[in-house]
């Protein structure tokens, strides 16, 4: 039986186990990872909440109708229905409607319900951030998986490679073809490619891990991904200052700083407002009935009437010193305000850094990408060669591992910077605003 050792590399390894089950798609991952991440419910919770704050302010602006009753037993002197008193017992009924509502707060009423609508979209926005940065943990695990799969395949095609020549040593030492020490020497190199290969499986295997836990899975049994084309990596890069352009106006992140921006001026308006006079409506409706022992009372309903009064009235308060409480709040809203600035220009220059960081990445990886096409077609051919001058008895086997080991060495190389260059390509579209699942289609 004679098969060459280059033929053994296009076999399917024997280590890696095939898949049985259903492959996760990427945008199956992330979908799933989306709705089920509990970071993401939390913030979902979160949005909810700023809902109802909406709806509580909104609420401050409308009357306030309350409505109370009260039974009043008295012994001894009391008050009878016709507002005089006598030694009896009496009882009384009162019915009351009222309505407060505020007409002028210095408009703070008007801001605060600004404020808490500019809260809601800020919530919006960090749910939106989050999905994101989900979004880009999905697809950086998926590819890593794809890119260590590749590497244990790489690692299990050695062992093959390994195994086929300790065979063959084997079957020539038996007819006094190789040496004892040949066969030795092989078997020590098949035993760093099974080493090898065990590590390359664990990091699949943690790789896979890291996924399934993103996704909120009970347990990576049994997960496998679908492959991606990731060959096409070599097209023209956009600058990094367009993308930036592109990216700062709609990523969520800036916008949900932009917006707690907008809210902090209105909390200066808010503070503000308490320099300011208050101004409030009030009114209502309300009735009596009396009773007492001894005298005669006019009928339930007819006294109804009969003491049937209604009231308006106009409150308007006026701050003229409030222990500075009020100068303090203004203060310190602006103090907030500047605080934000800081943040929303923070938030700008690391979003600049990381699209630099993946446009040099990208560049880096894909010149490293090219440089490692070509040296694994030069180990490819210098294995051959050797891999000839070997089976002719004109090799040793340590020249023969040495050029096998340069040519799986230049294809995890290849390997490497073909994924780190795809998933950098892909991320600088991301910036750019396109949606990652349409990005790895």
């Known amino acids: 039986m004679k098969k060459t050792v280059l033929t053994a590399l296009l076999a399917t390894a024997a280590l890696l186990p095939a898949a049985a089950q259903k492959q996760w798609t990427l945008g199956e991952c992330i979908d799933y990872a989306v709705?089920?991440?509990?970071?993401?419910?939390?913030?979902?919770?979160?949005?909810?909440?700023?809902?109802?704050?909406?709806?509580?302010?909104?609420?401050?602006?409308?009357?306030?109708?309350?409505?109370?009753?009260?039974?009043?037993?008295s012994f001894g002197r009391g008050l009878t229905s016709e507002n005089t008193y006598v030694n009896t017992n009496t009882t009384s009924t009162s019915l009351s409607l009222g309505l407060s509502m505020p007409l002028f707060r210095g408009l703070k009423l008007s801001n605060t319900v600004e404020a808490r609508k500019l809260n809601l979209e800020a919530a919006?926005?960090?749910?939106?951030?989050?999905?994101?940065?989900?979004?880009?943990?999905?697809?950086?695990?998926?590819?890593?998986i794809l890119y260590n799969t590749e590497i244990a395949e790489v690692a299990a095609s050695q062992v093959r490679i390994d195994s086929l020549q300790v065979y063959r040593l084997e079957t020539m030492a038996n007819v006094g073809k190789a040496s004892a020490a040949e066969v030795a020497q092989q078997k020590a190199s098949l035993a760093q490619s099974r080493?090898?290969?065990?590590?390359?499986?664990?990091?699949?295997?943690?790789?896979?891990?890291?996924?399934?836990?993103?996704?909120?899975?009970?347990?990576?049994?049994?997960?496998?991904?679908?492959?991606?084309?990731?060959?096409?990596?070599?097209?023209?890069?956009?600058?990094?200052?367009?993308?930036y352009s592109e990216a700062i106006m709609i990523k969520p992140a800036v916008k949900a700083e932009k917006t707690l921006l907008d809210m902090a001026q209105r909390n200066i308006r808010i503070a503000?407002?308490?320099?300011?006079?208050?101004?409030?409506?009030?009114?209502?409706?309300?009735?009596?009935?009396?009773?007492?022992?001894?005298?005669?009372?006019?009928?339930?309903?007819?006294?109804?009437?009969?003491?049937?009064?209604?009231?308006?009235?106009?409150?308007?308060?006026?701050?003229?010193?409030?222990?500075?409480?009020?100068?303090?709040?203004?203060?310190?809203?602006?103090?907030?305000?500047?605080?934000?600035?800081?943040?929303?220009?923070?938030?700008?220059?690391?979003?600049?850094?990381?699209?630099q960081q993946a446009y040099y990445n990208a560049l880096a990886s894909g010149s490293k990408y090219e440089k490692s096409l070509s040296a694994v077609e030069s180990a490819r051919e210098a294995f051959t060669l050797v891999e000839a001058k070997y089976e002719e008895g004109k090799a040793d086997i340590t020249q023969f591992d040495q050029a096998k080991n340069n040519y799986m060495s230049a294809l995890s190389d290849l390997a490497q910077a073909r994924y780190e260059n795809f998933y950098m390509r892909k991320i600088l579209d991301f910036y750019s605003g396109i949606e990652m699942k349409s990005l790895f289609l």
């Open 195 to 243: 080493l090898a290969a065990v590590q390359a499986a664990n990091n699949l295997s943690l790789s896979v891990l890291d996924l399934v836990q993103l996704l909120e899975l009970p347990s990576p049994k049994g997960f496998t991904v679908a492959k991606l084309d990731a060959d096409d990596i070599l097209s023209p890069l956009k600058d990094p200052e367009a993308i």
């Open 35 to 73: 709705e089920n991440n509990i970071s993401i419910k939390q913030s979902v919770l979160e949005v909810r909440q700023r809902e109802v704050d909406l709806e509580n302010a909104r609420g401050s602006r409308l009357p306030v109708v309350s409505a109370s009753g009260s039974e009043n037993f």
């Open 124 to 144: 919006e926005a960090n749910l939106e951030k989050m999905k994101d940065d989900i979004r880009l943990a999905v697809a950086k695990a998926y590819v890593t």
């Open 272 to 355: 503000r407002a308490d320099f300011f006079p208050s101004l409030s409506l009030s009114g209502g409706i309300g009735s009596n009935y009396y009773t007492s022992n001894g005298r005669e009372s006019a009928r339930f309903f007819e006294q109804l009437g009969t003491n049937f009064s209604q009231y308006v009235g106009l409150s308007l308060n006026i701050p003229i010193f409030s222990g500075l409480s009020v100068r303090s709040g203004v203060k310190s809203a602006k103090i907030s305000y500047e605080a934000q600035k800081l943040r929303l220009d923070n938030t700008c220059k690391q979003l600049y850094k990381e699209i």
